[in-house]
Every structure is written in structure tokens, then in C-alpha cells.
């Protein structure tokens, strides 16, 4: 059998000491600096050959042999329930000497065999129904979805005259940290563009590339020209062959922008790329890396596309929002946005730091900096 365990941050374990026996659970390095889990990272495919996930201590801390003890397994997903049960057989039980300590990791458990006990163990049991559907529902992706996940063992002992009686239980959490407010997972394009098939125009030869995605990553941004015959997959693909232009590499004949980011925004360089035209066509992606139980698992956005359009051609100013119009009060005041609301007030563009801002880029440039009020990172005039 091969212990299936689930991760993606490791809470430490909860202990419970029993009179007769110590358990103590502990994961292993491999699931303590895994960022995104993969099954076959964690060797499912190998029963009793995959990595070392999780150890165990058991020790008999009496003076007495303690026989016919029994291990139970559980995994438990907190929005599924019980995914995983597994119990030793009735006619297998093992037994600890005197002051008996033994160490076993899920490896020893799938071989049935603890070391230092002469007894050998087998399991009933598998998955739940809920077990079934949860791992039918991935339907193929290796990479599970995020939840909170527990690990516990249970040694008991049954008798005739007392039954089961449960000595030592330990817990291990997983999944526990600080949810985020996307999937870790993926990489969320914001501006310039849309997604290919939704035509979008843009004014700015310099825009701000930004997406959501993990805070404490590097990304490769990715920007190639439509040729009308190669697919924006396959353009993009071939741009990401050769290194980033900060890594040593150089750009392809179709290949605007290859860079390194650190963040999840990105302002289209003077040099160091090749310029945008008005009149052509372009598509971008964003790439990240995740180190995944020893695998490195390969992250990508969705592919957006964008046309730069003559200022003088544009459609006009896009429509102004709930969130936008609230960033606009907040820095200039209601009654001068009322004021240049009545003259016909238009957004037009936005310059913050130096940089201009145009059509869609403004609006979420603003909506970063009503934010940026809300968390005190600005301090407006009169609010000091």
C-alpha cells in the first residue's frame, strides 16, 4: 500500500503522550519546501519506493511488553472529509519489548514492515467513496487543489476484556497557512489586453505589464509580434528557447520582450527591447517555476493579445468604474471630481511617478493606488 500524502505548507505536529506508549509524526524536509505538490513528486506510482514524506516514532515507555497493538491511518481533506482510511489487520498484531523505541518512515509502512519489530503488518482498507470522487474530480491534473489536510496514525490495542482502547494519536496539518486570494497555482493576466479572440486596442508604446500571481516569486514575461502565419503558442514558444535578455540572451527577429521579473507588474522598457508598432498585433504571456517535492513544476499564464492603435484612431476613453471613480475622489476630492465630471470629464491617461499611464492601464493604475491608500502605503494631504 503507499501512503498518500497531501501538501502545501506543513503545520507541526500535534503530540499526544499516552501513559504506555509514545507517537510522535514528523514530516519531512521534502514536504516542509514544497511550494506547489505534484502526485509525481510524490512517487504514488512506486509502492514502497517513493520519497521519504513522513517518519514516525512509537516508543513502549513501561517496564511490560505490550502486545497485540494495531495501527490506523487516516487523511482527511477539510472540504471533502475522510479521502483516506486505512486499519492493520485483526490477525496481525505487533508487539513492543520494554522501554522499546522503534523509527519507521511511510516507505516501511508500504513494505510491511516496522524495523526492529519481528511481526508483519498489512493494511485494509483504501480510499473512501469521498476518496474516490476527490481524486476522480482531478481529472488528470497532478497537482492537487488547496485545502487543509491532515495526516493521523492512531496505535490501539484490543483485548477481550477492555476491547479497543486507544493509546497514542499524532497529528500532522497540512495546507494550514494563509489562504491567498488566488491560486497559487496560476498566473492571472490583468493589462495590457485580453484574451486571444477579444480584440484590444492600446495607445501606450510603453505599457505596464501586470498579473497576479505569488508575491515571492520571479517570473519570465514574454512579448512577441503576430506574423499572420505562426500561432501566438508556437511564437511564444520559440522566444522561450533561447535566455531572458537580463540572463544573457538575446531577442529573436519576433520577439519583443524577454524578461526576468521580480513582482507582478512590469513597465515596458526605452531599450533593452524591441519598440512596439502602431498598427501591429502582439502577444504576451507570463512563465513561473515551482519547486514541487523534487520536481520542478512549469507554471503559465494564458496568452493576451493586444494591437497598438494610432492615438488620433482610438475609440476614446474607456468607461469609468465604481473603483476607479473612488480612487479619483480620493486623491483630487469630491467636489473637483464633480466639477470636472459636469465639463464632460474623461479619463484619459494617468502620470504617476514619471510614468504615463493610457486607456485600460490608467484604471488599474488607479485601483493599485486607492488600494495603496486603503493599506496607509500613501498618505494623502490632510491625512498625515
Known sequence: ?????LIACVVPSEIIYAQDINLQLEPSATLENTQVLSLTGLGLDGDGSGPVLISGFLENMTAETINNLYIEVKVNAAKVGDIIELRSYSTLPISLEPYQSVYATNNDLANERIPGIDQKIQFSGGFTPEGDEFFENLSGSTTLP????T?????FRVTNADGRQDLASSVIEIGGGAASSFDESEIYLKTPGDILGAPADITNPYPQFSWEGANDVSYRLLVVEDNGQDSPESLL??????PPINE???LLEFENLDVTVNGTSFQYPSSGAQPLQQGFTYHWRV???FQSSGDIVEISSEIWSFTLANPSQSAGAPPVSKEVEQAI????GQDAFRRLKARGFK???IEYDGQEFTGPAASVKLEELLQKIRDEEIILGGNQ
Open 1 to 5: 500500500m503507499a501512503l498518500v500524502l
Open 146 to 149: 488547496k485545502d487543509i489536510y
Open 151 to 155: 495526516i493521523q496514525v492512531i496505535i
Open 237 to 242: 514558444q520559440s522566444a522561450k528557447s533561447s
Open 248 to 250: 544573457g540572451g538575446s
Open 287 to 289: 512563465i513561473t517555476t
Open 329 to 332: 475622489v480620493e486623491l483630487i
Open 347 to 349: 479619463l484619459m491617461a
